[in-house]
C-alpha cells in the first residue's frame, strides 16, 4: 500500500513511498521508493546486481518485468507510473 512521507521538521509531504520487491536471480529484496529514484537506482542501492549498461534507455539491458508489464528501469520511477500499490520488479523475466 502506498502512502504519503510526511516531513514533521518542514511540515512538508515529501512524496508517495511505494514498497517494492526486486528480484534478481535468486535475490528478492523489498525496499521502500525514494521519491525522484530509478527502479535500477533503487536495486542498486540496495547492493543488488540488476542488468544494466548505458542507463538512459538505449540498450534495454535493464529490462524487467514490472507489476506484469515490461519495463526499462534505468528510465522508470515509481511515481511516473502512478504508483498506488506496491510494486514487483522481475529483472528475471524482463
Known sequence: ???????????????????????????????ESEEGRTLLDLAL???MAPPYSCMEGHCES????????HRLTCQTVPSSMGALEDLVVDYNKG
Open 62 to 69: 535493464c529490462r524487467a518485468l514490472v507489476n506484469g508489464k
Open 1 to 31: 500500500m502506498a502512502f504519503n512521507k510526511f516531513d514533521r521538521k518542514s511540515g512538508k509531504t515529501l512524496g508517495q513511498i511505494v514498497k517494492i520487491k526486486i528480484i534478481v536471480g535468486n535475490e528478492n529484496k523489498e525496499i
Open 45 to 47: 542501492m540496495a547492493g
